[in-house]
C-alpha cells in the first residue's frame, strides 16, 4: 500500500480523487469507482501498488501498436481494478478482481524488478496494459520513470480516461498509448462502461498535443456501437486530429456480460476500415482477424506493401530511415 498520487484532501477526512475523470469524492473508510483507492482517515491509499497481477512478455503489435518500434517485444503488466464497468471486457476477471470478488490479489514486485525483467527479456518497453494503467498510476510513474533513465519507451494501453493532471505528472516518460475509443456515443459510454466520451475524446487530443505516439482501437460490437452513421463520426473525429493516426478496428466475440451477443461479422470490419479510409484515415488496421489483409501496413501515398504481418508478428519491413522504399513518402511513426 502506498499513499496515492493525485488527489485533494477535503473537510471531514474526504478527499477528492483527480486521477481520472471520474473525479471521485471519497468518504472516510471509502473507496473509489476503481475499487482500488481508499480513504483512511482522510489519506488516499492505492490497494494495488506493486502488486502485480500479470507480467508477460508480449509483441509491441499485441497492444496493438502498429506504427511503434514494430517487431520488438514489450514487457507487459498489470494490478487488478478498473475505472470502467465494461459488460463486454476480456480481461474481467482481474479487471473487476476487486468488485466482483471484493478481493485484490497481486505479487509484490518493485519497479526495480519491472526493469530488470524487461531487459532481461530484451524488450524496447514497458506496456501498462491487461487493466487500465491509470488506477495504478503509482506503480505506472515509478516503473515508467526508472525505465526511461535505461532506454526503455513506456506505453498504456487505456481506455483513455485519465485527467490532464495525469498526463502531465507522467510527461515526458509516457511515450505511446493506444486508447480505446470505445464508440462514438454518450450513451454507449454511459450504458456500457458507466463512464463519459467527452473525456475521452479530449485524451485523445491531449496526447497528441503532447507528442506521445498515438494509435486508437475500437472493438465493433454487433447492434451497440457498428453504425455507419457513428463510426463516419469516429474516423472524421480521428482525421480531423491527425489523419496519420493509426485506427485499429476489431472484432468481437462473446465475453463476460455479453455472451448472448453474436460476434461481429468480419465483412462489418472490412466495411468499417473502407469507411475510415474514405473518411481521411491513412491507417485503417483490422482486427481479431488472423490473416486478413488488413493487418498489413501500406503506404498512404502509394499504396506500397511495407509492413507484412500473420497476426501480431510481422514477418517482413520495407520502411527504410522511416520512409517508403518506392516513392520517398514519410511515414509516421516512431520505427527505431
Request: with cysteine; aromatic share 8%; hydrophobic share 35%.
Amino acid at each position: 500500500m502506498k499513499e496515492a498520487y493525485l488527489y485533494e484532501k477535503l473537510e471531514d477526512e474526504k478527499v477528492r480523487c483527480v486521477l481520472c475523470n471520474h473525479r471521485c469524492l471519497i468518504k472516510k473508510d471509502g473507496r473509489g469507482l476503481c475499487g482500488v483507492r481508499e480513504n483512511r482517515a482522510g489519506t488516499l491509499i492505492s490497494l494495488v501498488y506493486n502488486k502485480i497481477i500479470a507480467g508477460h512478455c508480449d509483441p509491441i503489435e499485441k497492444k496493438p501498436l502498429f506504427h511503434f518500434l514494430p517487431g520488438t517485444s514489450s514487457y507487459s503488466i498489470a494490478t487488478v481494478g478498473c475505472n470502467f464497468k465494461c459488460g463486454f471486457c476480456q480481461n474481467a476477471d482481474i479487471s473487476q478482481m476487486p468488485q466482483d470478488q471484493n478481493r485484490i490479489m497481486g505479487e509484490d514486485m518493485s519497479p526495480e524488478k519491472v526493469v530488470k525483467l524487461a531487459q532481461e527479456s530484451r524488450a524496447a518497453s514497458i506496456s501498462y496494459t491487461y487493466t487500465e494503467p491509470t488506477i495504478y498510476f503509482e506503480t505506472a510513474l515509478n516503473t515508467a520513470r526508472l525505465a526511461a533513465s535505461q532506454g526503455i519507451k513506456n506505453v498504456f494501453v487505456s481506455n483513455g480516461y485519465m485527467t490532464r493532471e495525469c498526463l502531465q505528472k507522467i510527461y515526458p516518460d509516457l511515450h505511446a498509448a493506444n486508447v480505446d475509443l470505445k464508440a462514438f456515443s454518450e450513451r454507449f459510454y454511459k450504458d456500457q462502461c458507466g463512464a463519459k466520451l467527452k473525456p475521452v475524446l479530449k485524451t485523445i487530443e491531449t496526447m497528441k498535443e503532447m507528442g506521445i505516439w498515438l494509435e486508437v482501437t475500437t472493438l465493433l460490437i454487433p447492434g451497440l456501437n457498428d453504425s455507419f452513421e457513428e463510426l463516419r463520426d469516429l474516423a472524421r473525429f480521428l482525421s480531423d486530429i491527425d489523419p496519420g493516426i493509426p485506427w485499429h478496428i476489431s472484432r468481437f466475440h462473446p465475453t463476460y456480460h455479453l455472451t448472448n451477443t453474436s460476434s461481429t461479422p468480419v465483412e462489418t470490419i472490412r466495411r468499417a476500415r473502407d469507411l475510415g479510409y474514405e473518411t481521411g484515415l491513412q491507417y485503417v488496421y483490422t482486427g481479431n482477424i488472423p490473416g486478413d489483409k488488413g493487418e498489413n501496413t501500406f503506404c498512404h501515398s502509394c499504396r506500397e506493401p511495407l509492413i507484412d504481418r500473420i497476426g501480431f508478428h510481422v514477418t517482413e519491413s520495407r520502411i527504410i530511415k522511416n520512409r517508403c522504399p518506392q516513392c520517398d513518402t514519410g511515414i509516421p511513426g516512431v520505427w527505431r
